[in-house]
Protein backbone atom coordinates (compact mmCIF):
# COMPACT_ATOMS: atom_id res chain seq x y z
CA UNK A 1 0.00 0.00 0.00
CA UNK A 2 1.17 3.52 -0.55
CA UNK A 3 1.93 6.19 2.10
CA UNK A 4 0.39 9.76 1.81
CA UNK A 5 2.99 11.30 2.82
CA UNK A 6 4.80 10.36 0.04
CA UNK A 7 2.70 12.39 -2.33
CA UNK A 8 2.27 15.74 -2.87
CA UNK A 9 -0.16 18.06 -4.01
CA UNK A 10 0.91 21.38 -5.64
CA UNK A 11 -1.16 24.79 -6.08
CA UNK A 12 0.52 26.50 -8.91
CA UNK A 13 -1.21 29.72 -8.37
CA UNK A 14 -0.75 29.33 -4.89
CA UNK A 15 -4.09 29.42 -4.17
CA UNK A 16 -4.37 26.04 -1.65
CA UNK A 17 -7.06 26.86 1.06
CA UNK A 18 -4.52 29.11 3.24
CA UNK A 19 -1.92 26.32 3.40
CA UNK A 20 1.30 26.42 1.63
CA UNK A 21 1.21 25.30 -1.92
CA UNK A 22 2.60 22.31 -1.90
CA UNK A 23 1.06 20.12 0.75
CA UNK A 24 1.54 16.28 1.73
CA UNK A 25 -1.77 14.33 1.07
CA UNK A 26 -1.15 13.43 4.79
CA UNK A 27 -1.15 16.70 6.02
CA UNK A 28 -5.15 17.35 4.59
CA UNK A 29 -7.79 16.80 7.17
CA UNK A 30 -10.49 18.09 4.54
CA UNK A 31 -10.89 18.30 0.81
CA UNK A 32 -8.60 20.57 -0.41
CA UNK A 33 -9.15 23.05 -3.37
CA UNK A 34 -6.26 24.56 -5.89
CA UNK A 35 -7.64 27.10 -8.23
CA UNK A 36 -6.91 26.75 -11.89
CA UNK A 37 -3.52 24.26 -12.34
CA UNK A 38 -1.67 22.20 -9.96
CA UNK A 39 -0.33 18.68 -9.54
CA UNK A 40 -0.31 15.38 -7.29
CA UNK A 41 3.19 13.91 -7.87
CA UNK A 42 5.33 11.35 -5.50
CA UNK A 43 8.79 12.68 -5.14
CA UNK A 44 10.20 10.09 -7.79
CA UNK A 45 7.81 11.91 -10.13
CA UNK A 46 4.84 9.60 -10.49
CA UNK A 47 1.29 11.58 -11.16
CA UNK A 48 -0.09 13.97 -13.16
CA UNK A 49 -0.37 17.98 -13.64
CA UNK A 50 -3.79 19.38 -14.34
CA UNK A 51 -5.01 22.51 -15.84
CA UNK A 52 -7.27 24.13 -18.16
CA UNK A 53 -6.54 24.61 -21.99
CA UNK A 54 -8.16 26.06 -25.11
CA UNK A 55 -10.14 28.75 -25.17
CA UNK A 56 -10.62 30.22 -22.16
CA UNK A 57 -14.59 30.29 -20.50
CA UNK A 58 -14.44 29.42 -17.34
CA UNK A 59 -11.91 28.95 -13.99
CA UNK A 60 -11.09 25.59 -13.03
CA UNK A 61 -11.06 24.38 -9.86
CA UNK A 62 -9.09 20.62 -8.39
CA UNK A 63 -10.56 19.62 -5.05
CA UNK A 64 -8.47 16.57 -3.44
CA UNK A 65 -9.32 15.02 -0.75
CA UNK A 66 -7.41 11.62 1.40
CA UNK A 67 -9.68 9.55 3.50
CA UNK A 68 -6.82 7.45 4.23
CA UNK A 69 -6.81 3.78 3.83
CA UNK A 70 -5.54 4.36 -0.19
CA UNK A 71 -8.39 6.37 -0.63
CA UNK A 72 -8.35 9.56 -2.57
CA UNK A 73 -10.43 11.37 -4.56
CA UNK A 74 -9.89 14.07 -7.17
CA UNK A 75 -12.55 16.21 -8.74
CA UNK A 76 -12.62 19.45 -11.23
CA UNK A 77 -15.02 21.39 -12.44
CA UNK A 78 -15.44 24.69 -14.26
CA UNK A 79 -16.85 27.75 -12.50
CA UNK A 80 -19.71 28.64 -14.49
CA UNK A 81 -21.82 31.29 -11.87
CA UNK A 82 -23.39 33.86 -13.50
CA UNK A 83 -23.59 32.54 -16.81
CA UNK A 84 -26.47 33.30 -19.06
CA UNK A 85 -27.55 30.52 -21.35
CA UNK A 86 -30.57 31.26 -23.77
CA UNK A 87 -33.03 28.57 -24.28
CA UNK A 88 -31.92 26.04 -26.82
CA UNK A 89 -28.45 27.61 -26.57
CA UNK A 90 -25.47 25.24 -25.70
CA UNK A 91 -22.10 26.91 -23.40
CA UNK A 92 -19.10 24.62 -23.05
CA UNK A 93 -17.21 24.32 -20.20
CA UNK A 94 -13.37 25.34 -20.05
CA UNK A 95 -11.39 21.78 -21.61
CA UNK A 96 -8.84 20.74 -18.80
CA UNK A 97 -5.91 18.45 -19.45
CA UNK A 98 -4.21 16.22 -16.91
CA UNK A 99 -0.96 15.13 -18.36
CA UNK A 100 0.23 11.87 -17.02
CA UNK A 101 4.12 12.52 -16.82
CA UNK A 102 7.00 13.83 -14.48
CA UNK A 103 6.15 17.35 -13.57
CA UNK A 104 8.77 19.01 -15.51
CA UNK A 105 7.78 17.80 -18.67
CA UNK A 106 4.42 18.21 -18.08
CA UNK A 107 4.16 21.73 -16.93
CA UNK A 108 6.45 22.84 -20.06
CA UNK A 109 3.90 20.81 -22.61
CA UNK A 110 1.38 22.64 -20.58
CA UNK A 111 2.53 25.58 -20.68
CA UNK A 112 3.51 25.52 -24.43
CA UNK A 113 -0.17 24.61 -25.49
CA UNK A 114 -1.41 27.25 -23.29
CA UNK A 115 0.64 29.34 -25.11
CA UNK A 116 -0.13 28.64 -28.46
CA UNK A 117 -4.33 28.67 -27.35
CA UNK A 118 -3.75 32.33 -26.18
CA UNK A 119 -1.80 33.78 -29.11
CA UNK A 120 1.73 33.80 -27.07
CA UNK A 121 4.43 34.94 -29.66
CA UNK A 122 6.33 31.62 -29.65
CA UNK A 123 8.73 33.06 -32.21
CA UNK A 124 10.47 36.37 -30.64
CA UNK A 125 11.59 34.30 -27.17
CA UNK A 126 11.08 34.61 -23.46
CA UNK A 127 10.37 38.49 -22.53
CA UNK A 128 12.38 39.31 -19.14
CA UNK A 129 12.90 41.71 -16.57
CA UNK A 130 13.13 42.98 -13.50
CA UNK A 131 10.92 44.88 -10.94
CA UNK A 132 12.97 47.02 -8.14
CA UNK A 133 10.14 48.64 -6.60
CA UNK A 134 8.58 46.41 -4.12
CA UNK A 135 12.32 45.95 -2.58
CA UNK A 136 13.76 49.28 -3.59
CA UNK A 137 10.72 51.26 -3.98
CA UNK A 138 11.87 55.21 -5.59
CA UNK A 139 15.40 54.00 -4.52
CA UNK A 140 16.95 52.12 -6.97
CA UNK A 141 20.57 52.62 -8.04
CA UNK A 142 22.97 51.66 -10.42
CA UNK A 143 24.05 48.94 -7.77
CA UNK A 144 21.16 47.08 -7.63
CA UNK A 145 21.10 47.63 -11.39
CA UNK A 146 24.43 45.98 -12.40
CA UNK A 147 23.63 43.40 -9.04
CA UNK A 148 20.84 41.94 -11.47
CA UNK A 149 22.55 42.73 -14.55
CA UNK A 150 26.36 42.59 -14.66
CA UNK A 151 27.50 45.18 -16.85
CA UNK A 152 29.68 42.86 -18.17
CA UNK A 153 26.57 41.11 -20.08
CA UNK A 154 25.95 42.13 -23.30
CA UNK A 155 22.62 42.11 -24.97
CA UNK A 156 22.17 41.81 -29.15
CA UNK A 157 19.06 42.28 -30.84
CA UNK A 158 19.38 41.42 -34.86
CA UNK A 159 22.64 41.94 -34.31
CA UNK A 160 23.40 44.98 -32.73
CA UNK A 161 24.09 45.74 -29.15
CA UNK A 162 21.72 47.62 -27.24
Known amino acids: ?5 EWLVTALDQSVNEVSPVVALSEISKPLNVREYGGLYRRDGAGFLFGPV ?24 ADMSGVRVDPGATRWGQQVVLLLEPPQPALARWAAGVGQTHGARMDQGALSGWNS ?6 NVTGTEVEFVVPVSAVFRRGGHET
Not at 1 to 5: K, L, P, S, V
Not at 54 to 77: C, K, L, M, N
Open 1 to 5: MWEAA
Open 133 to 138: WYFHGL
Open 54 to 77: GTPTAYVDARIAHGGGGQVSFAIT
